[in-house]
C-alpha cells in the first residue's frame, strides 16, 4: 500500500519562505513523477509544479521564479520550497505521486498572512 505524507506548512508573513516536504512510502508500481497541487477556499485545485522521474521540472506561472521543486531519491522524499510568498499562495497543498496511479496525500496548510 502506498502512502503519501506532506508537511512543513504554517504561518509565515508575506515575503517569507516555507518549505514543503512530500513522503512516499509503500511499492509504487512504477515511478513516473510527483506533482504539486494547492486548493485555497473557495477555489478548484490548482496545480503548481511537477517533477518528472527524469528530474524535469515546470511550473505554473503564478509560481515560476519563487518556488522550486526537488526530490531526495534515497529518501523517497519530495520538496516544495516557496520563497517570497504571498496571500494569494494561502491554501492546502497536495502533493500527488504519478506511480501507475495517482497517489495523493492528506495536504498541509499554508497561510501567508501579516
Known amino acids: 500500500q502506498v502512502r503519501v505524507v506532506e508537511s512543513g506548512g504554517g504561518l509565515v508573513q508575506p515575503g517569507g519562505s516555507l518549505r514543503l516536504s512530500c513522503a512516499a512510502s509503500?511499492?509504487?508500481?512504477?515511478?513516473?513523477?510527483m506533482s504539486w497541487y494547492r486548493q485555497a477556499p473557495g477555489k478548484q485545485r490548482e496545480w503548481v509544479a511537477f517533477?518528472?522521474?527524469?528530474?524535469?521540472?515546470n511550473y505554473a506561472d503564478s509560481v515560476k521564479g519563487r518556488f522550486a521543486i526537488s526530490r531526495d531519491s534515497a529518501k523517497n522524499t519530495f520538496y516544495l520550497q516557496m520563497n517570497s510568498l504571498k496571500p494569494e499562495d494561502t491554501a492546502v497543498y497536495y502533493c500527488?505521486?504519478?506511480?501507475?496511479?495517482?497517489?495523493w496525500g492528506q495536504g498541509t496548510q499554508v497561510t501567508v498572512s501579516s
Open positions: 500527488k505521486v504519478n506511480g501507475g496511479n495517482d497517489y
Open positions: 509503500g511499492s509504487i508500481p512504477t515511478f513516473n513523477g
Open positions: 517533477i518528472t522521474s527524469a528530474g524535469t521540472t
